[in-house]
């Protein structure tokens, strides 16, 4: 299944098949990446960053910046029985959700282990679309089966998705001509015409949603392929004058965890691609009980999930404010500054720029929440290795949310 | 509108059987049957005017306590029955029979050395059979459920286990997982005994002679019971026990309705969870009861009864890959007059048609690919010898089993394709027994899929799933539904599908039973 | 007359691991090896000029590191490389291209089946926790289930706790991986049928099952939980081919003072009183030794070895019945250039890997029924690999040596007795096969050495040819291994033992066998253990 890009690979390329997938924006995201700093995401080469990582979370921060999420996943589910299969499939109430509108779930094993999480798009009565990180074609596949009213359609390379995010991403939508881009309230999704379709006011092939991965005010932009270089284009013209600008994952990792957002393969394992047992994890213990909606008579892992919940899980995601400046990268935790009891890891840290903190998020066993709690650092100055132990002050709010965020029309920045 | 305790689905033998433990209790229970015979693949039908015949044509391991708890001496089951001789047959005459029971049999037509051979194997099966036998008719623990009464279980077997001494214990270990074959060819050197006592490891499953780890315990599942493995057909035929079922049943109070095809189980969500109410039959009629009981097979139970969007998702996937294809075809004759089988004086026993467990093997090869074989094996009754009003007087009925025949067939079971199969397997008695053809009034023919229609079995499969390790015990059908109770409270099972199996036996009855009343 | 403090019958890698662990211990040992070079069936010999083959066994994936730290073996040779991935050539011309890079690998999937390519994840971590259990069984002794023994209960009991630390749910697929056809455990993963031919393959190699006998879900386990540098499932290439390994660890038996005698083959087995006393070699010559090891499989020790009135009663039954069933065949292909595969791209990442001409699940089957009806294989499977593509030692440069692994091929033919032209035509068959996917295969063809079971049986003396030293279904795994109550590698005799592949874990180049016996040894004459019981790896 290859993409109209890889074609563009000269046919006589020996390694053809080895090289990694281009995404629909490749030929302008391959042109802004000065470094060359390329990782892959679900088989497609994706950037690491573009220039500079901190420079990039700063655009997304005080200006505006494009994310290819073109390799994130993009399922069609749809038919009559599509609600049905959804909502047993998710621990959230899918019926409640609108039309035009998004939300994030996640999704368990009759284990209430979970599997991933993602979001799903209403677009129609019996049409959903759901994104995730990796790939779910196969839990899908079977969560779907006994369902006959239902088609699941992997639309994962079919559709050309950019997030737009920062504060003056609404602005530069306005430019770039969105009538009432601006009403968009947070998680809803409204349809625009874009290129040859101008004359034709039914045909709206860009669709918005104003989702994003940042903590801050942003959209998602979702097209057809072949619109997908136009749409770039009309972005980075209109974007021009706010300092629009690529990032890759780098940034977005600062950018989440500012934000407290759960990165798989960081905080959490897919239930599925776990070999161990007590290495997957719950809803419960990432903090997601919200996700969890047990007035639901059924939903997949529903009893275990309910156990759970009244046995408190054993570990739970925390936010840490850090001592000091040193980033708590890969730090164990400890209930007491000796370092003798062990309570717990962090599994993302940074040094924030903005709110000048050391942050992290952390497991921690959740009967140590209320007591104190130790991060032994380990650092390197000029080669040579160090380290201390620090005190860590637990945090309830997002260390980043600005009002900005959720206000609708979008406060002017 | 009624309200029932208890009702259950399908009026097979373990279906009758369950309902009348309950009823015995003092439930009400309603007992739902969608074809209109009782008996399910024991009922017996006309297949041809004047002839009569059953899916299952005789009776080894039905369970003596059942019978006993059941009273069904009393509504006219005449137990314990004569059993048939087991005959291997052979195109010359030259047959291996086997009479008798067990341990005791008599065996003719072999070697001095296999006879001997014979009696050691089966004193050493005998052993095997006695360790397992308590545990047919018991609950098998949840592996990590904690109570007393479960490590019971476990500590039970094992301690069994031990008891057999080194020797016995260590060869119990090996042998239960062996190839027939190889269980064979350690034993014995006569081809034809080989094949005959290979087959009641394989008949009904999706294995031949070289298939290893489950053929063994099937074997030593079927040796079970005061037959030994020897089987027999009432005086009354099986018509009578499934009458005596039926009596027993209506004795204690179960309510009986047929032509009631259930369409779908009723099952009620609130924040509490789900929860079973009942059933709603094809007609649309919604009947209520505390519980609902189905002795259907496990996937037409959960996946069209009960409805996938009520499950869990692995769960049901578990139920979706059961193995559960059928390979048994049913042949039913009408004859004239008694069928004459080269060497032997009456056709009054099973004779099992294959040379030579290769025989079996090969015949097996064909149905991997959706095929059947041209060199078909089989085991063969003429159950009007035994029980006389199948047939008009002087007149026969031969029923046969034939082994390998796909559930899906390459190219699907067109009326061709069954003729054609019907054809090759009266071609295939016929060697044996050579003026058959001319006594045929009628013939008919059933596939998995024909047995699957008329039976409401899926697959067509005699045991609503296959015997095979993993799906026996307590991973019979899975895990989560293994102790009768389902992860829908209210909903059990009754089965074939569930511990210990298939076969005119009756555990899955008296053990769903056992549990509900816990 | 020199008597040693051990004997060791078989200079294959199991029986040289045993005597290199003797001898670390301090034993006098001697290895007694029938052919005039060492090895076994972990050979490396030049049977055309210029190129070396390892004529037997090809790959090593099982071989325990510990046992290669220990034993030095790198400092003694052995250099392993692991392979980079591998094609898998349908029935009907597909290909599909395997890679050890994830992307890469998932991308190359997608292409066949997006639903396969994220059911790999799922299948990739369910076989890895199958396996990461079964390798904690590999470097110990199976308990007998049926003793009182505090060190049989302990085990026993450590054996169930591992298990019943799996719960429910695990406790449950791991019964039914262990007993279920392989082509029934993938259809629970996959939905394209190269994919699952492809993934079915390690099921049937070397085993006489097809996909379709429940069984051979485990030997593809067997397979794939070997490991190089702890990536499980991966495979690696001996450089200067599989003798390396037996020459390396011969060269530890050799530091720690052992001996070895080729040309050596042992008649009998000497006992008297009931305890093993030597052994009598086919010249006649008499060894004498304290204790005698034997590394032939069962079958052969107990019914070629032996006198059957040494034995007490019953043993000599049970090693005729013990299941060693030859089916697979191999050729090995010298080549004047690196052939070239239909629909596969030139170039040097793709071709360092295995080529599998797997067909189908059903043409596999079928490849199974030929050999049930004493036939080899009309339409054979085969497992190959170009060790030459990224070893130079094996061939002359810019020339190749391919290896071919095929099944089924019996050991015994229906219509009587292989012959030189039957031979040729099971090898005909082979080129045959490759040359459909590979066109002009044919007239690169230097040199060719086809190894039927009769043939491999005749020289190497695994009975029947069979590469396991016997069948690796449950009535002969880990404490049925080779027979009930003699799993601990002490035989009937007194002072006799057993470190082949018919011992626990089984067949496949690990040294786990000729390991594990040398501890049990070395308890017996109650010396210090030299012999690692964990794998390096925490897993």
Same mark, same amino acid.
């Given at each position: 299944?290859?993409t109209?890009?890889?074609?563009?690979?000269?046919?006589?390329?020996?390694?053809?098949?080895?090289?990694?997938?281009?995404?629909?924006?490749?030929?302008?995201?391959?042109?802004?990446?000065?470094?060359?700093?390329?990782?892959?995401?679900?088989?497609?080469?994706?950037?690491?960053?573009?220039?500079?990582?901190?420079?990039?979370?700063?655009c997304?921060?005080?200006?505006?910046?494009?994310?290819?999420?073109?390799?994130?996943?993009?399922?069609?589910?749809?038919?009559?029985?599509?609600?049905?299969?959804?909502?047993?499939?998710?621990?959230?109430?899918?019926?409640?959700?609108?039309?035009?509108?998004?939300?994030?779930?996640?999704?368990?094993?009759?284990?209430?282990?979970?599997?991933?999480?993602?979001?799903?798009f209403?677009?129609?009565?019996?049409?959903?679309?759901?994104?995730?990180?990796?790939?779910?074609?196969?839990?899908?596949?079977?969560s779907?089966?006994?369902?006959?009213?239902l088609?699941?359609?992997?639309m994962?390379?079919?559709?050309?998705?950019?997030?737009?995010?920062?504060?003056?991403?609404c602005?530069?939508?306005?430019?770039?001509?969105?009538?009432?881009?601006?009403?968009?309230?947070?998680?809803?999704?409204?349809?625009?015409p874009?290129?040859?379709?101008?004359?034709?006011?039914?045909?709206?092939?860009?669709?918005?949603?104003?989702?994003?991965?940042?903590?801050?005010?942003?959209?998602?932009?979702?097209?057809?392929?072949?619109?997908?270089?136009?749409?770039?284009?009309?972005?980075?013209?209109?974007?021009?004058?706010?300092?629009?600008?690529?990032?890759?994952?780098?940034?977005?990792?600062?950018?989440?965890?500012?934000?407290?957002?759960?990165?798989?393969?960081?905080?959490?394992?897919?239930?599925?691609?776990?070999i161990?047992?007590?290495?997957?994890?719950?809803?419960?213990?990432?903090?997601?009980?919200?996700?969890?909606?047990?007035?639901?008579?059924?939903?997949?892992?529903?009893?275990a999930?309910?156990?759970?919940r009244?046995?408190?899980?054993?570990?739970?995601?925390?936010?840490?404010?850090?001592e000091?400046?040193?980033?708590?990268?890969?730090?164990?935790?400890y209930?007491?500054?000796?370092?003798?009891?062990?309570?717990?890891?962090?599994?993302?840290?940074?040094?924030?720029?903005?709110?000048?903190?050391?942050?992290?998020?952390?497991?921690?066993?959740?009967?140590?929440l209320?007591?104190?709690?130790?991060a032994?650092?380990?650092?390197?100055?000029e080669?040579?290795?160090?380290?201390?132990?620090?005190?860590?002050?637990?945090?309830?709010?997002?260390?980043?949310?600005?009002?900005?965020?959720?206000?609708?029309p979008?406060?002017?920045? | 509108?009624q309200?029932?305790?208890?009702?259950?689905?399908?009026?097979?033998?373990?279906?009758?059987?369950?309902?009348?433990?309950?009823?015995?209790?003092?439930?009400?229970?309603?007992?739902?049957?969608?074809?209109e015979?009782?008996?399910?693949?024991?009922?017996?039908?006309?297949?041809?005017?004047?002839?009569?015949?059953?899916?299952?044509?005789?009776?080894?391991?039905?369970?003596?306590?059942?019978?006993?708890?059941?009273?069904?001496?009393?509504?006219?089951?005449d137990?314990?029955?004569?059993?048939?001789?087991?005959?291997?047959?052979?195109?010359?005459?030259?047959?291996?029979?086997l009479t008798?029971?067990?341990?005791d049999?008599?065996?003719?037509?072999?070697?001095?050395?296999?006879?001997?051979?014979?009696?050691?194997?089966?004193?050493?099966?005998?052993?095997?059979?006695?360790?397992?036998?308590?545990?047919?008719?018991?609950?098998?623990?949840?592996?990590?459920?904690?109570?007393?009464?479960?490590?019971?279980?476990?500590?039970?077997?094992?301690?069994?286990?031990?008891?057999?001494g080194?020797?016995?214990?260590?060869?119990?270990?090996?042998?239960a997982?062996?190839?027939?074959?190889?269980?064979?060819?350690?034993?014995?050197?006569?081809?034809?005994?080989?094949?005959?006592?290979?087959?009641?490891?394989?008949?009904?499953?999706?294995?031949?002679?070289?298939?290893?780890?489950?053929?063994?315990?099937?074997?030593?599942?079927?040796?079970?019971?005061?037959?030994?493995?020897?089987?027999?057909?009432?005086?009354?035929?099986?018509?009578?026990?499934?009458?005596?079922?039926?009596?027993?049943?209506?004795?204690?109070?179960?309510?009986?309705?047929?032509?009631?095809?259930?369409?779908?189980?009723?099952?009620?969500?609130?924040?509490?969870?789900?929860?079973?109410?009942?059933?709603?039959?094809?007609?649309?009629?919604?009947?209520?009861?505390?519980?609902?009981?189905?002795?259907?097979?496990?996937?037409?139970?959960?996946?069209?009864?009960?409805?996938?969007?009520?499950?869990?998702?692995?769960?049901?996937?578990?139920?979706?890959?059961?193995?559960?294809?059928?390979?048994?075809?049913?042949?039913?004759?009408?004859?004239?007059?008694?069928?004459?089988?080269?060497?032997?004086?009456?056709?009054?026993?099973?004779?099992?048609?294959?040379?030579?467990?290769?025989?079996?093997?090969?015949?097996?090869?064909d149905?991997?690919?959706?095929g059947?074989?041209?060199?078909?094996v089989?085991?063969?009754?003429?159950?009007?010898?035994?029980?006389?009003?199948?047939?008009?007087?002087?007149?026969?009925?031969?029923s046969?089993h034939?082994?390998?025949?796909?559930?899906?067939?390459?190219?699907?079971?067109?009326?061709?394709?069954?003729?054609?199969?019907?054809?090759?397997?009266?071609?295939?008695?016929?060697?044996?027994?050579?003026?058959?053809?001319?006594?045929?009034?009628?013939?008919?023919?059933?596939?998995?899929?024909?047995?699957?229609?008329?039976?409401?079995?899926?697959?067509?499969?005699?045991?609503?799933?296959?015997?095979?390790?993993?799906q026996?015990?307590?991973?019979?059908?899975?895990?989560?539904?293994?102790q009768?109770?389902?992860?829908?409270?209210?909903?059990?099972?009754?089965?074939?599908g569930?511990?210990?199996?298939?076969?005119?036996?009756?555990?899955?009855?008296h053990?769903?039973?056992?549990?509900?009343?816990? | 007359?020199?008597?040693?403090?051990?004997?060791?019958?078989?200079?294959?890698?199991?029986?040289?691991?045993?005597?290199?662990? /003797? #001898? %670390?211990?301090?034993?006098?040992?001697?290895?007694? &090896?029938?052919?005039? +070079? *060492?090895?076994?069936?972990?050979? !490396?010999?030049?049977?055309?000029?210029g190129?070396?083959?390892?004529?037997?066994?090809?790959?090593?994936?099982?071989?325990?590191?510990?046992?290669?730290?220990d034993?030095?073996?790198?400092?003694?040779?052995?250099?392993l490389?692991?392979?980079?991935?591998?094609?898998?050539?349908?029935?009907?011309?597909?290909?599909?291209?395997?890679y050890?890079?994830?992307?890469?690998?998932?991308?190359?999937?997608?292409?066949?089946?997006?639903?396969?390519?994220?059911?790999?994840?799922?299948?990739?971590?369910?076989?890895?926790?199958?396996?990461?259990?079964?390798?904690?069984?590999?470097?110990?002794?199976?308990?007998?289930p049926?003793?009182?023994?505090?060190?049989?209960?302990?085990?026993?009991?450590? /054996? #169930? %706790?591992?298990?019943?630390?799996?719960?429910?749910? &695990?406790?449950?697929? +791991? *019964?039914?991986?262990?007993?279920? !056809?392989?082509?029934?455990?993938?259809?629970?993963?996959?939905?394209?049928?190269?994919?699952?031919?492809?993934?079915?393959?390690?099921?049937?190699?070397?085993?006489?099952?097809?996909?379709?006998?429940?069984?051979?879900?485990?030997?593809?386990?067997?397979?794939?939980?070997?490991d190089?540098?702890?990536?499980?499932?991966?495979?690696?290439?001996?450089?200067?081919?599989?003798?390396?390994?037996?020459?390396?660890?011969?060269?530890?038996?050799?530091?720690?003072?052992?001996?070895?005698?080729?040309?050596?083959?042992?008649?009998?087995?000497?006992?008297?009183?009931?305890?093993?006393?030597g052994?009598?070699?086919?010249?006649?010559?008499?060894?004498?030794?304290?204790?005698?090891?034997?590394? /032939?499989d069962?079958?052969?020790?107990?019914?070629?070895?032996?006198?059957?009135?040494?034995?007490?009663?019953?043993?000599?039954?049970?090693?005729?019945?013990?299941?060693?069933?030859?089916?697979s065949?191999?050729?090995?292909?010298?080549?004047?250039?690196?052939?070239?595969?239909?629909?596969?791209?030139?170039?040097?990442?793709?071709?360092?890997?295995?080529?599998?001409?797997?067909?189908?699940?059903?043409s596999?089957?079928?490849?199974?029924?030929?050999?049930?009806?004493?036939?080899?294989?009309?339409?054979?499977?085969?497992?190959?690999?170009?060790?030459?593509a990224?070893?130079?030692?094996?061939?002359?440069?810019?020339?190749?040596?391919?290896?071919?692994?095929v099944?089924?091929?019996?050991?015994?033919?229906?219509?009587?007795?292989?012959?030189?032209?039957?031979?040729?035509?099971?090898?005909?068959?082979?080129?045959?096969?490759?040359?459909?996917?590979?066109?002009?295969f044919?007239?690169?063809?230097?040199?060719?050495?086809?190894?039927?079971?009769?043939?491999?049986?005749?020289e190497?003396?695994?009975?029947e040819?069979?590469?396991?030293?016997?069948?690796?279904?449950?009535?002969?795994?880990?404490?049925?291994?080779?027979?009930?109550?003699?799993?601990?590698?002490?035989m009937?005799?007194?002072?006799?033992?057993?470190?082949?592949?018919?011992?626990?874990p089984?067949?496949g180049?690990?040294?786990?066998?000729?390991?594990?016996?040398?501890r049990?040894?070395?308890?017996?004459?109650?010396r210090?253990?030299?012999?690692p019981?964990?794998?390096?790896?925490?897993?």
């Open positions: 299944m290859n109209d890009n890889n074609a563009k690979v000269p046919a006589a390329d020996p390694f053809a098949d080895e090289r990694l997938k281009r995404t629909h924006f490749y030929p302008r995201a391959a042109q802004l990446n000065i470094r060359d700093a390329w990782s892959a995401w679900n088989g497609y080469k994706f950037a690491d960053y573009y220039y500079d990582a901190e420079y990039e979370y700063f997304v921060r005080n200006g505006c910046a494009t994310y290819d999420i073109c390799p994130m996943q993009k399922y069609f589910i749809s038919g009559a029985d599509a609600e049905t299969m959804l909502n047993r499939m998710v621990s959230r109430d899918i019926t409640k959700l609108n039309l035009n509108r998004v939300t994030y779930l996640c999704w368990c094993t009759d284990a209430g282990r979970m599997v991933d999480d993602g979001t799903v209403r677009l129609g009565a019996d049409k959903f679309m759901l994104t995730c990180g990796s790939p779910s074609l196969a839990w899908l596949r079977k779907a089966f006994g369902f006959n009213k088609s699941i359609i992997d994962s390379d079919e559709i050309a998705a950019l997030s737009f995010q920062g504060p003056t991403s602005e530069v939508l306005k430019q770039m001509g969105l009538e009432g881009i601006d009403s968009l309230k947070p998680f809803n999704i409204i349809h625009f874009f290129g040859d379709s101008g004359g034709n006011r039914d045909d709206k092939p860009l669709m918005v949603s104003r989702t994003g991965f940042t903590g801050d005010l942003g959209y998602e932009l979702w097209i057809k392929p072949e619109l997908a270089l136009d749409l770039w284009d009309a972005l980075y013209a209109a974007g021009e004058n706010y300092g629009i600008q690529p990032f890759g994952e780098a940034a977005t990792n600062m950018a989440r965890l500012e934000a407290g957002f759960i990165m798989p393969g960081m905080e959490f394992n897919e239930a599925l691609k776990t161990h047992f007590q290495h997957d994890h719950s809803p419960f213990e990432l903090g997601l009980g919200w996700l969890v909606d047990f007035k639901k008579p059924h939903f997949n892992g529903r009893k999930l309910l156990k759970e009244d046995a408190r899980p054993e570990y739970t995601l925390v936010k840490l404010d850090i000091g400046n040193k980033p708590a990268e890969e730090s164990h935790l209930s007491d500054k000796r370092c003798n009891h062990e309570i717990g890891y962090v599994t993302s840290a940074m040094w924030s720029p903005v709110v000048k903190a050391n942050i992290a998020l952390a497991m921690v066993k959740t009967k140590y209320q007591g104190d709690i130790w032994e650092i380990y650092y390197v100055k080669l040579r290795h160090y380290s201390k132990t620090v005190r860590c002050t637990l945090q309830d709010k997002p260390f980043w949310a600005p009002a900005r965020t959720r206000a609708t979008p406060l002017a920045y | 509108m309200h029932y305790d208890t009702i259950i689905i399908g009026a097979g033998h373990n279906g009758l059987i369950c309902a009348t433990y309950l009823a015995k209790k003092g439930q009400r229970v309603l007992l739902l049957e969608a074809s015979t009782l008996g399910g693949l024991a009922a017996t039908r006309e297949f041809h005017p004047g002839f009569k015949a059953a899916v299952a044509h005789t009776v080894s391991h039905f369970s003596a306590k059942v019978a006993r708890d059941l009273n069904l001496t009393a509504h006219g089951f137990s314990p029955m004569v059993p048939m001789p087991t005959v291997g047959l052979n195109a010359a005459g030259e047959h291996v029979v008798g029971i067990g341990v049999a008599e065996i003719i037509g072999v070697s001095a050395e296999d006879a001997a051979s014979y009696r050691q194997y089966r004193q050493l099966l005998q052993r095997f059979v006695e360790l397992l036998e308590p545990f047919w008719l018991k609950t098998m623990p949840r592996v990590g459920d904690t109570r007393w009464s479960s490590l019971l279980t476990f500590a039970q077997l094992g301690l069994k286990m031990r008891l057999l080194k020797q016995d214990m260590g060869e119990f270990m090996r042998l997982m062996l190839p027939a074959r190889d269980l064979m060819d350690e034993n014995f050197d006569s081809e034809l005994l080989k094949a005959v006592l290979s087959w009641d490891g394989l008949i009904g499953s999706k294995m031949a002679p070289r298939s290893p780890n489950a053929s063994v315990l099937t074997l030593l599942y079927r040796m079970s019971g005061e037959l030994g493995g020897a089987h027999a057909i009432p005086s009354g035929g099986i018509e009578s026990l499934v009458q005596a079922l039926y009596s027993a049943a209506t004795a204690s109070g179960v309510e009986v309705k047929i032509g009631a095809r259930v369409g779908r189980i009723l099952i009620q969500g609130n924040s509490d969870g789900l929860k079973t109410t009942g059933v709603e039959l094809a007609d649309g009629e919604q009947i209520n009861a505390a519980r609902v009981v189905s002795s259907t097979d496990p996937q037409r139970t959960f996946l069209e009864l009960v409805g996938v969007e009520n499950l869990e998702i692995e769960f049901t996937n578990r139920i979706r890959r059961l193995r559960c294809d059928g390979y048994v075809a049913k042949l039913h004759l009408a004859l004239d007059g008694l069928p004459n089988f080269t060497g032997l004086a009456k056709p009054d026993g099973r004779m099992i048609i294959a040379v030579d467990m290769d025989a079996i093997e090969f015949a097996f090869d149905a991997k690919y959706g059947y074989s041209q060199q078909p089989m085991e063969i009754v003429v159950p009007s010898l035994r029980h006389e009003s199948l047939a008009p007087e002087g007149k026969h009925v031969l046969a034939v082994m390998y025949v796909p559930y899906k067939l390459k190219g699907g079971w067109t009326e061709d394709a069954r003729a054609a199969l019907c054809q090759r397997v009266i071609d295939t008695v016929a060697v044996y027994a050579p003026q058959i053809k001319a006594q045929i009034l009628h013939s008919e023919l059933l596939t998995p899929q024909d047995l699957e229609q008329t039976h409401q079995v899926t697959g067509g499969h005699w045991h609503h799933g296959e015997l095979s390790v993993d026996m015990l307590m991973m019979r059908p899975t895990y989560e539904a293994a009768y109770s389902t992860p829908i409270p209210g909903l059990y099972l009754c089965g074939a569930s511990h210990p199996g298939g076969g005119l036996m009756g555990g899955p009855g053990n769903a039973a056992r549990k509900i009343l816990e | 007359m020199k008597n040693y403090d051990a004997i060791i019958i078989g200079a294959g890698h199991n029986g040289l691991t045993n005597a290199a662990y /003797l #001898a %670390k211990a301090g034993l006098e040992v001697l290895v007694v &090896e029938k052919n005039d +070079y *060492i090895g076994g069936a972990a050979a !490396s010999r030049e049977m055309h000029d190129w070396v083959y390892s004529s037997c066994s090809y790959v090593c994936s099982l071989m325990r590191q510990t046992i290669h730290r034993l030095n073996l790198t400092r003694h040779g052995l250099l490389v692991p392979y980079l991935g591998s094609l898998c050539f349908g029935d009907k011309g597909e290909v599909l291209i395997s050890t890079d994830p992307e890469v690998e998932y991308n190359a999937l997608r292409r066949h089946s997006p639903h396969d390519a994220d059911a790999m994840f799922r299948f990739h971590t369910d076989l890895g926790r199958y396996a990461q259990l079964i390798r904690k069984t590999l470097l110990r002794t199976p308990p007998d049926t003793s009182w023994r505090p060190r049989d209960i302990k085990e026993l009991l450590w /054996l #169930a %706790k591992e298990f019943w630390a799996l719960g429910e749910r &695990e406790l449950y697929e +791991y *019964i039914r991986f262990f007993t279920m !056809s392989a082509a029934d455990f993938l259809e629970d993963y996959f939905e394209n049928d190269l994919i699952k031919a492809s993934m079915a393959s390690p099921g049937i190699i070397g085993t006489a099952l097809g996909v379709q006998s429940p069984g051979s879900a485990y030997i593809l386990l067997h397979h794939v939980m070997g190089v540098d702890g990536n499980i499932g991966a495979w690696g290439l001996a450089r200067g081919g599989m003798g390396a390994v037996s020459s390396a660890i011969a060269g530890a038996l050799q530091e720690h003072g052992g001996e070895i005698r080729c040309n050596a083959g042992v008649k009998q087995i000497l006992v008297e009183n009931r305890q093993a006393v052994v009598m070699l086919e010249n006649g010559e008499e060894l004498h030794a304290g204790i005698v090891v034997s590394n /032939l069962a079958k052969r020790t107990f019914t070629q070895c032996m006198d059957k009135n040494d034995l007490p009663e019953g043993i000599y039954e049970k090693a005729k019945n013990f299941k060693i069933r030859g089916s065949g191999k050729v090995n292909i010298a080549l004047s250039a690196l052939p070239k595969f239909t629909g596969v791209p030139e170039n040097h990442y793709i071709n360092r890997g295995g080529q599998v001409f797997a067909g189908s699940l059903e596999m089957e079928r490849a199974y029924d030929c050999w049930k009806h004493g036939r080899w294989s009309d339409d054979p499977f085969i497992e190959s690999v170009i060790p030459s990224w070893d130079p030692t094996v061939a002359p440069p810019g020339k190749h040596w391919m290896s071919n692994f099944q089924y091929c019996p050991s015994k033919l229906a219509n009587g007795p292989w012959t030189p032209e039957q031979r040729d035509q099971f090898g005909q068959s082979v080129i045959d096969k490759i040359e459909r996917y590979s066109p002009g044919k007239d690169l063809i230097v040199h060719m050495e086809v190894r039927t079971p009769f043939d491999i049986e005749a190497i003396g695994l009975t040819g069979n590469i396991f030293q016997g069948e690796l279904t449950i009535d002969q795994l880990l404490f049925n291994r080779p027979f009930p109550g003699y799993a601990q590698y002490r009937p005799i007194k002072n006799m033992y057993m470190c082949g592949s018919s011992t626990h089984g067949g180049v690990s040294s786990a066998c000729g390991a594990n016996a040398a049990e040894i070395l308890m017996d004459l109650k210090s253990n030299t012999v019981e964990d794998d390096c790896y925490d897993e």
